[in-house]
């Protein structure tokens, strides 16, 4: 036996261009920024930004200066948001970069005015208002006047201003008419893009999403709050390789201690290439399977670097045979409910607990 290829999460550019056209349906012409923080929700940021782009998406939001960083060198071009926090050492790269940041403090404005005086340049920047969701942001009953005080920075540019919804109907209903008064009070300028909707929004609340919106989920193929009847479809399927295959006498088991699983009749199994440190845990071992060649292969055993399935009878498995643990293969499936479960999350989570050491790959097909 020898080490086995990394697992991989292949990302279909076809279903992420299916999906971004219904969510350019639903924008109604107003501006998409595809949200790519957190490594794209798991899917992985380089590839699915690169795949964005060719698609002619132009404007991108991140959770921290060094994502929109990464993002510059891939030479994506078009506006790139850090919707976070940066800190004070990052803020002539996020100059030099012509990177968008958000700022809801008077540090923030004056951070980056100096570095951007420093480069004679100007920094880019949105507006981060706090309308009720209590995390980030310079409180709505202040807005106005801190919107002011970042157009008469000449060394800032003002290109948004945005908040979040808590997602919950009554409250997003407040937030909405806070970010309405705000917009009264000041005007929009021109250049200027103010957005409050997410995918949650974009389904929820389409009459009101200012200039445009913040899309992640949906891009991806999940509904944020399980929405079952939107014609999305997840842009992804998870692969590990067959490493061994081994026959098992009655009575033998694998497996450590209190989860050691005893075969009751000869019994072959395979050693996939994904285990722990892949992020699979105590779920996936307790009722977790595998999909080779269209058939269902339930864990006896999980380790750091593998896991060990029980094949069916007269299933025929050659070693490095892709197995399946998200998406489709063939007649058979594992949704994104059930991987969800195994992992102990929403999609979100789950998806982000996949762990540096599975590859994100773009598929060919």
Request: hydrophobic share 40%.
């Amino acid at each position: 036996m020898f080490a086995a290829a990394p697992p991989t999460l292949w990302i279909d550019p076809k279903c992420l261009g299916a999906n971004l056209s219904f969510v350019r349906q639903r924008l109604g012409g107003r501006r998409l920024l595809a949200v790519v923080k957190d490594n794209a929700y798991g899917f992985g940021q380089a590839a699915v930004s690169q795949a964005l782009a060719r698609l002619g998406v132009r404007a991108f939001a991140v959770g921290t200066a060094q994502d929109a960083a990464a993002l510059r060198r891939l030479r994506i071009r078009g506006e790139v948001l850090n919707l976070r926090l940066f800190r004070p050492d990052e803020a002539d790269q996020i100059v030099s970069s012509r990177i968008c940041q958000a700022v809801f403090t008077r540090h923030h404005v004056a951070v980056l005015a100096k570095a951007a005086r420093r480069r004679k340049s100007r920094a880019l920047v949105h507006v981060k208002i706090d309308t009720g969701l209590n995390r980030f942001g310079v409180k709505w009953q202040e807005a106005a006047r801190f919107i002011q005080t970042v157009r008469r920075t000449p060394a800032l540019s003002l290109r948004g201003v945005f908040s979040t919804l808590v997602e919950e109907p009554s409250e997003d209903q407040k937030q909405i008419q806070r970010l309405t008064e705000v917009l009264r009070q000041v005007g929009r300028l021109p250049g200027e893009c103010w957005h409050l909707a997410s995918s949650h929004g974009l389904l929820h609340h389409p009459q009101d999403l200012f200039d445009g919106a913040r899309v992640g989920s949906l891009l991806y193929g999940f509904a944020p709050s399980g929405e079952k009847r939107v014609p999305i479809a997840l842009a992804a399927r998870l692969t590990a390789p067959v490493m061994a295959l081994q026959t098992l006498a009655h009575g033998e088991g694998v497996g450590y201690h209190s989860t050691r699983r005893v075969v009751r009749k000869t019994t072959r199994i395979a050693w996939i290439g994904i285990g722990r440190r892949h992020g699979f845990g105590e779920g996936f071992l307790r009722e977790g399977a595998v999909l080779l060649a269209g058939r269902r292969a339930p864990v006896l055993a999980l380790g750091g670097e593998y896991c060990i399935a029980s094949l069916p009878d007269g299933l025929g498995v050659r070693l490095g045979d892709p197995a399946t643990l998200l998406g489709s293969d063939g007649p058979s499936e594992i949704p994104l409910s059930t991987f969800c479960r195994w992992m102990g999350g929403g999609p979100y989570y789950a998806l982000l607990s996949l762990t540096p050491r599975v590859q994100r790959t773009l598929s060919k097909a």
